[in-house]
Each structure stands twice: as structure tokens, then as C-alpha cells.
């Protein structure tokens, strides 16, 4: 037999295969436990053969659908239930209202709390400044409050509508700040602003006298510093008291600056610096010192 043919003799068979419909018998098999799985692979593999909508299909979906509903057989229901949604003519059900979702205004702020609240929300949403339910005055006014959350929120949402406002406020907050948890916060929020404006802001001296406010600064200047700054004297002068000490995250995020700031020339008092620190902190300095630039 040639190739062709049987193949045409092939295909055939799987038509001839495919539209016997199951009989009265195998819908019966469906109430006996040892014969209901193959009864039902049966159903379901000639309900897949129905890929678009058509009076024969219409038939064999009304039988099952008309057997489903006369059986009495929650085992036989379900079966059932999973064949009906092959039926081409089905139309799944949206998850969803189709109609569209009511919007209520939210009921106005009455404390700083809440319309700290309410303008976070605008600013998620992309509102129209119009609508904000506090000024940049009043905003600047909340972030002097004695709550530091309610502070800290107030310099977080300035620092998205105006970072050139938010950036003297937040590092003169820092200035004063001595709790390490509370000075990450503001820390993180100058780290947030616009790289221009930060570095156009940043100190050529530490901020504040606490220990966790002076290796804030250190930290802000390696990420933020540049040693092309019209104030990089100042400021390496500043970094060069620091790297002298005992190990602390003070003079580890110093020597982390080193090379932000530093090239090649300043070696000489880098070496002196260097000289009779710590187990700890001698390494670090030795990684500075190797990844001094050229110029």
C-alpha cells in the first residue's frame, strides 16, 4: 500500500473513530464506581472533537446537559459538569462586575495625620496638584512636628513634590538627629533625591555631632561626592579627621569614601592615616589605598 493511502485509510479510521458517540450504556457507567473513569474519559474524549459550534454538537451538549440535570448523583454531576465547558457554544462567566466600580470621595483630613494620608494617596493616583489637600507651606510646617513619624512622612511626601525644597530640611533633620533607627530614615530619603540636588546640598562637613550622623554624611558623600566639587577641599579635609579612630561604622564608611574623593597625590597623608589602626579597619584601609584613581 503506498504511503498516501494509508494514510487517507488512517485518517478515516480516526474520523470514523471520532464521531461515535458514546452510547446510553457508557452514561450509566457514570453511577458505578469501577466503570466511572473510563465512562468518563469516554464523554470527555469525543466532547473535544467538537472544536466550533454546530448542530451535532448542539445535540450531544443538550443530551449531556439534559443527563446531568436528571441524574441524581453528585459524582455523576460533576463529571458532567466538567464536560459541558468544552461545549463551543459556552460562554465563560467574567470573575468581575462588568459594570464599572463606583468611586466615593474619600472624606476630607482633619488631622495632619490624615491628610498626610489623603496627599499620599493623590500622589500614588498622579492627581493633579489642584487637588492636593496640603500647600508646600503647610507641608514644610509638618515636617517640623514633634512626632517623628508624622515629621518624616511630611519630608518624605516634600521630597516628591519638591526635592530642591525637601533637601536643606531633610539635612539639617539630620543634623540634629541622634537615634541610628531615625537617622537611616533620613538618610535614605536624601539618598532618594535627584543626584544634581544632592550634590549641589551636601555638606562639606559632617552633619550633626552624633557618631550615626557623621557616617550618614560619609556614606551620602561616597555615593553623592565628587571630588570635581567646588567645596572637595573642605570636604576631604573634613573625611581626613574622620579615618583616624577605633572601628565603628564612623570610620568605615570614611575609608569607604577614600576613593570618591581621593587620587593617587594624596597618598602620602593617606599612608599617615593609616598607620596603627585596628585589625578590623586596617584592611579597609588598605582597599582604599589601592583603589586610589590616577587623577
Known sequence: MKPLSLFLACAA????????????????????????????????????????????AKAWFDRVRATAKSSESPETQAALAQVLLLDPAYKPLLPLNPKQAQEYDSPDGTTPETKLAELERLLDLRRSSKEYPLTNDELVALTKHEDFATAQRANRLLRRISPSLAAPILWDRLAKLTQRSQVQEVEDEILRLPSAI???????????????????????????????????????AALL???????????????????????????????????????????????????????
Open 241 to 295: 579627621g574622620l579615618l583616624k579612630g577605633p572601628a565603628n561604622e564612623l570610620t568605615e564608611a570614611a575609608w569607604a569614601t577614600v576613593p570618591k574623593l581621593f587620587v593617587e597625590a594624596d597618598r602620602a597623608a593617606l599612608t599617615e592615616a593609616s598607620q596603627g589602626l585596628s585589625e578590623r579597619l586596617a584592611p579597609k584601609a588598605k582597599a582604599a589605598l589601592d583603589a586610589l584613581p590616577a587623577k
Open 13 to 56: 479510521c480516526l474520523v470514523g473513530f471520532a464521531a461515535e458517540a458514546p452510547s446510553d450504556a457508557t452514561f450509566a457507567d457514570l453511577l458505578v464506581a469501577e466503570k466511572r473513569l473510563a465512562a468518563q474519559q469516554a464523554i470527555f474524549d469525543h466532547s473535544r472533537t467538537f472544536i466550533k459550534a454546530s448542530p451535532e
Open 198 to 236: 544632592a550634590t549641589k546640598t551636601l555638606p562639606a562637613e559632617p552633619a550633626g555631632t552624633a557618631l550615626a550622623a557623621k557616617a550618614a554624611w560619609a556614606r551620602i558623600v561616597a555615593v553623592r561626592g565628587n571630588r570635581f566639587s567646588k567645596n572637595r577641599l573642605v570636604t576631604k
